[in-house]
């Protein structure tokens, strides 16, 4: 079959691999029809994330159909399904609890090793993200293997497309539970660094949930004028200083709760953002926490801290004395996904949470190695890339692809 693979820092490529197999009896194997390339990826393609190995096959938002079942999968053959990030087993402490991306099982021991000794435990396993969660091969490929079939994918109704219900894989959930992290109130302002496909979707989540105002950080004009679409109030990080008018727009206080959807990779000509630079080639740090801080820095006294955006290491300065003194509380995470779909998918349903705004571009896979060069070097255009596997493209629907792309 045809797969994305990662051979090294900015090297993407599509290559002919060996079709994937069942190998467990919970196992299912999908022939993917749709796939997404994500703002994760992107730490992958940067070579920040450690574990990966040249050859491993990347993706982790994907859905298609089931061709085979393991004899204890739950799902049929022919069965439409969208499979979640996280790979759990269902049955463990942390499943039993629902911190489905906690799970115990799922991630093999040669491989959670590593993360037991960076993180004090091991993560769970999680589908094309480096052998650190379990060398798992991913989704950007034309088919593959779904461990635990019988917990994560769920059934979508064939009257979905693809594009209505393919972000339930994760950055819907992402953003809907990071918006839950912020425990809103009637009336609060919410403010959201971030406005890549994790923070639209944070900042509609939060207006779902009841946010008074919303007010959304980036630079890059189109994405800003998403954010603005959904309602809310914009602030280009380049043109104003962040947290002065965060507390200007607020009477003074600070916004309510605030949003991290930036993670390791902030942007920026802040002091703190060029040291950080300085220090990761260095290698004395390995995340560039900018966004992060100023958030911390940003809130109201007793206010929420939401942290979607995803850190690996180790981050200097760290405002632990505006986290203690203000009485701050935060809540982070790899998002539970599991946990959000059914809900989530009635929403689709319901026509109450739009999936499809901030699609800029579909591409078939074999051009998905150009798309990641896109993603990374042209973030203003490319919102949302949705590849689409060959064998599922009738040749002239690709080539209305290859048109919309010209
Ligand atoms: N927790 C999870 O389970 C989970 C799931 C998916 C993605 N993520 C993470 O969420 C983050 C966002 O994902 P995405 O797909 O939206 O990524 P993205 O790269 O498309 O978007 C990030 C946005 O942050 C903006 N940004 C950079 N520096 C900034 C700054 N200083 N202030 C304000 N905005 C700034 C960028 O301009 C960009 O628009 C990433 O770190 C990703 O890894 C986490
Ligand atoms: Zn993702
Ligand atoms: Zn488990």
Same mark, same amino acid.
């Given at each position: ?24 009896? @919970? ?15 992107? @730490? ?14 990347? &993706? ?12 204890? !999968? ?45 993180? &004090? ?38 009257? =979905? ?7 339930? !894989? ?5 953003? #809907? ?15 959201? #660094?971030?406005? %890549? ?14 946010? @008074? ?37 607020? &009477? ?53 801290? !939401?942290?979607? &955006?995803?850190?690996? %290491? ?30 989530? =998918? ?61």
């Amino acid at each position: 079959m045809r797969a994305l693979t990662w051979h090294g820092r900015h090297d993407v490529r599509v290559e002919t691999v060996p079709d994937p197999e069942i190998v467990n009896p @919970h196992d299912a194997i999908l022939r993917v029809t749709s796939t997404a390339i994500c703002g994760s990826d992107l @730490h992958l393609y940067d070579g920040y994330i450690p574990g990966m190995r040249a050859g491993d096959i990347l &993706g982790h938002e994907f859905m298609g159909e089931v061709v085979e079942t393991g004899p204890l !999968s739950t799902l049929h053959k022919g069965d439409r399904v969208v499979v979640p990030f996280p790979i759990a087993c269902g049955d463990c402490f942390f499943c039993k609890k629902q911190q489905f991306s906690c799970c115990d099982n799922t991630n093999p021991a040669e491989t959670s090793d590593a993360t037991e000794t960076m993180y &004090g435990y091991p993560m769970s396993g999680v589908f094309g993200y480096s052998h650190l969660t379990g060398g798992y091969a991913g989704g950007q490929a034309e088919y593959v293997r779904v461990p635990f079939s019988n917990v994560g994918p769920i059934v979508v109704p064939d009257h =979905l497309e693809d594009d209505k219900v393919l972000f339930l !894989s994760d950055i819907l959930p992402t953003g #809907w539970m990071a918006a839950e992290n912020c425990e809103i109130e009637p009336g609060d302002t919410v403010a959201v #660094w971030g406005c %890549g496909p994790v923070g639209l979707f944070a900042i509609q989540s939060a207006l779902i949930m009841g946010a @008074h105002r919303v007010i959304a950080i980036d630079h890059y004009p189109t994405r800003l004028a998403l954010a603005k679409e959904l309602g809310a109030e914009i602030l280009d990080y380049r043109e104003v200083d962040v947290r002065e008018a965060l507390a200007e727009m607020t &009477g003074g206080i600070g916004p309510d709760a605030v949003i991290d959807a930036v993670g390791l990779e902030a942007h920026g000509i802040s002091i703190d953002n060029i040291a950080d630079q300085v220090k990761s080639m260095a290698f004395l740090v390995t995340d560039r926490a900018h966004a992060f801080r100023e958030a911390v820095l940003s809130v109201r006294k007793g206010g929420r801290v !939401s942290v979607p &955006g995803v850190y690996g %290491g180790f981050a200097d300065k760290f405002p632990v004395g505006a986290f203690m003194e203000k009485g701050l509380t935060m809540k982070t995470g790899q998002t539970h996904v599991q946990r959000y779909l059914k809900p989530l =998918l009635d929403l689709i349903e319901q026509g109450k949470v739009d999936t499809t705004f901030l699609i800029s571009h579909h591409a078939p896979l074999e051009q998905a190695a150009d798309m990641y060069k896109h993603w990374h070097d042209d973030q203003n255009q490319f919102t949302k890339i949705v590849l689409k596997t060959e064998i599922a493209v009738p040749k002239a629907e690709q080539q209305e692809v290859q048109h919309e792309l010209a």
